[in-house]
């Protein structure tokens, strides 16, 4: 399932601070930003509305890590979350197999980062759209949530990195502001 919060400005950081960790709570004060902060923690409560809906989970997650810094549920090997904000929204899915989400605003895209962050065809692909921002940024997240799914994490290889997704499977949508893709592998 995917969650998303496009009302950052309504969350309650009083209440919001009752309802995390303090490791959270911690981890979203490090930001400089008040909105950031607010980014961070409406991902986390995300999950954990999630976690709550989807699998009756009242209490207040605790993470592990992996290699690369992807979090999951400590006790929880059968639940498979991730997270995202930019600017203008926090997502977070849940699923039974590994899954990545990225959600990227959409902005007017710098033609001279093309060649550096996406391959040959997907440099085509863009200045051939009718709405090259939107092209930018569906391609850029759909390299991201690849890469959380997996969590390896941002690569140095992130032109090719989509030739290697013929066993996953991707979700986006297009609101109006932002671009939101979930990344799982095929069944």
């Not at 203008?88 to 895209?109: H, L, M």
């Not at 969590?151 to 939101?180: E, H, M, W």
């Amino acid at each position: 399932m995917i969650y998303i919060d496009d009302n950052i400005n309504a969350l309650d950081m009083t209440a919001a601070q009752a309802a995390v960790s303090l490791e959270r709570w911690q981890y979203a004060m490090r930001y400089r930003q008040q909105r950031d902060r607010r980014l961070s923690l409406s991902a986390f409560m995300l999950l954990q509305r999630a976690l709550r809906l989807e699998y009756g989970i009242h209490e207040v997650p605790l993470f592990v890590y992996g290699p690369h810094g992807k979090p999951s549920l400590m006790g929880c090997d059968a639940i498979h979350f991730n997270l995202s904000h930019c600017r203008d929204a926090a997502a977070c899915a849940v699923a039974s197999c590994p899954v990545g989400i990225d959600v990227e605003c959409i902005d007017r895209y710098d033609p001279e980062l093309l060649p550096h962050v996406m391959n040959e065809d997907e440099q085509q692909l863009i200045l051939n759209s009718p709405y090259p921002d939107v092209a930018f940024v569906r391609l850029w997240t759909m390299k991201e949530s690849l890469l959380k799914c997996t969590g390896q994490g941002i690569s140095d290889d992130i032109k090719s990195i989509l030739a290697t997704a013929a066993g996953y499977r991707f979700r986006t949508t297009v609101y109006p502001t932002f671009v939101c893709t979930v990344c799982t592998p095929r069944e």
